[in-house]
Every structure is written in C-alpha cells, then in structure tokens.
C-alpha cells in the first residue's frame, strides 16, 4: 500500500515556477508508474503528466508540455512536477496517484492511492 502526500502548491504570478512534491510511504513506491492530475473549481480531474516506474519514459498533457517536466526519485520515494511558464489556467488543485490498474495512462481511472491535493493558483 502507498500512501502520498503532496507539498509545494502557492500563489505564483503568470510566468512564474513552482515545483511539486509527492512524497510516497511504503516500501513498493518504485513498483508503480506515477501520474499528476489536476482539477480546476467545477471541473473534471484531468491528467497532467505521468512517469514509468524507472522514469524512464514519460507522458504529458498538451496543456503542459514544454512548461512542466515530470521526474521521480526512487530512492526518495518521491516524485516531482516542475512547472514553468505558468499561466492563469494553471490554476488548479494538482494531485499525485499511483497507477495501479490496466487501461490509459491518461485516464484516472488507472490509478489509486490519491493524495490529498495541493492548490496551485496563477495570478494574471
């Protein structure tokens, strides 16, 4: 069983960075591809970025890509979301998951063991 907690969401002006951690307990954390997701007030979650089990592959909404890098340290057992060049759409609370179960990467559906959220708010 994983359990994540994620950590470094704030305000932070258009153009600005953050970046995103998602601590894991638990001795499987490098058993598990890892997904972001992210959910805007009245929205749906939606997928954001995700990494293989060795980080070694990665995936990335086209919302994001070439802003937002996703990577992962194992022997931390934490995996990270480095977001630039944000913008006012950016605004969300932002998830980490495991995914645990068959189908599309991009799809919450495949994953489990949600965090509790951290919100992430981009001033125009």
């Known amino acids: 069983q994983v359990q994540l907690v994620e950590s470094g969401g704030g305000l932070v002006q258009t153009g600005g960075s953050l970046r995103l951690s998602c601590a894991a307990s638990?001795?499987?954390?490098?058993?598990?591809?890892m997904g972001w997701f992210r959910q805007a007030p009245g929205k749906e979650r939606v997928f954001v970025a995700a990494?293989?089990?060795?980080?070694?592959?990665?995936y990335y909404a086209d919302s994001v890509k070439g802003r937002f890098t996703i990577s992962r340290d194992n022997a931390r057992n934490t995996v990270y979301l480095q977001m630039s060049s944000l913008k006012p759409e950016d605004t969300a609370v932002y998830y980490c998951?495991?995914?645990?179960?068959?189908?599309?990467?991009?799809?919450?559906?495949?994953?489990?063991?949600w965090g509790q959220g951290t919100q992430v708010t981009v001033s125009s």
């Open positions: 998951a495991a995914r645990k179960y068959s189908g599309s990467i991009y799809s919450p559906n495949a994953y489990a063991n």
């Open positions: 638990g001795r499987t954390f490098s058993d598990y591809a």
């Open positions: 990494i293989s089990w060795s980080g070694g592959s990665t």
